[in-house]
């Protein structure tokens, strides 16, 4: 088992450019979860998937930024366009139930300048 | 709203000295009760868990917590903390009320001193 899979691990961008984040969640995991952690406000959940659909974007700041999940293995969070205020560990986490502990992934950290 | 609080934001203590962490959550429901440990530069890992049963769960590396639910409390807690403790803590709370809702504190970073 490999784990929740992360890419980039760092990410540093110019204001304004697009920005693509990528998670491969564990197999056999239904739920998959985006969190954001700054030292400001701490771990916010900004979306999660059940079986490849999203249940609950409430977190996501703004329409700037959006998820896809368009396979079991595979889930994207973009950022379009990135401002500075985005700088952050944005951490992937998957769990196979609704009430099973969670799988993080190594997390990208991402710096807009 | 739900919420979870951890009232230490940072905690300094020497090795050998006994830690208690707070976490208090804000659901009259049922919940599911965590404690995941974010070691400096790596991902979140799962301390340890109560879902029913015992209120006194215990984890790995010596940790364990205990759940009072009229206080709405998940105290983590450890006898003797070593140097290797160091690192940041989270309390999480799973609701699976409406949709489903897993939510963490702020985080308690500790420092152990050698």
């Known amino acids: 088992d490999a784990g929740v899979i992360q890419s980039p691990r760092h990410e540093v961008t110019e204001m304004g450019q697009e920005v693509t984040l990528r998670c491969k969640p564990i197999?056999?995991?239904?739920?998959l979860f985006w969190y954001r952690q700054t030292m400001m406000r701490g771990l916010e959940l900004l979306i999660y998937?059940?079986?490849?659909?999203?249940?609950?974007d409430s977190g996501m700041p703004e329409d700037r930024f959006s998820a896809k999940m368009p396979n079991a293995s595979f889930s994207t969070l973009k950022i379009q366009p990135s401002e500075p205020r985005d700088s952050a560990v944005y951490f992937c986490?998957?769990?196979?139930?609704?009430?099973?502990?969670?799988?993080f992934g190594n997390g990208t950290r991402l710096t807009v300048t | 709203a739900q919420s979870v609080s951890q009232h230490n934001h940072h905690v300094i203590l020497s090795e050998a000295a006994s830690l208690e962490l707070g976490c208090n959550y804000s659901?009259?429901?049922?919940?599911?009760l965590f404690w995941y440990v974010q070691y400096p530069g790596q991902h979140l890992q799962l301390l340890l868990k109560y879902f029913s049963g015992d209120p006194l769960v215990k984890g790995i590396k010596g940790f364990e917590a205990e759940f009072i639910k009229s206080k709405f409390s998940f105290n983590l807690r450890k006898p003797s903390v070593q140097w290797s403790d160091t690192a940041e803590y989270f309390c999480?709370?799973?609701?699976?009320?409406?949709?489903?809702?897993?939510?963490f504190g702020t985080g308690t970073r500790l420092k152990v001193l050698a």
């Open positions: 999480a709370v799973n609701i699976a009320s409406g949709t489903y809702k897993y939510i």
């Open positions: 659901y009259g429901g049922t919940v599911n």
């Open positions: 197999s056999g995991h239904d739920y």
């Open positions: 998937f059940n079986n490849n659909v999203p249940i609950d």
């Open positions: 986490a998957s769990s196979p139930s609704f009430d099973s502990p969670l799988h």
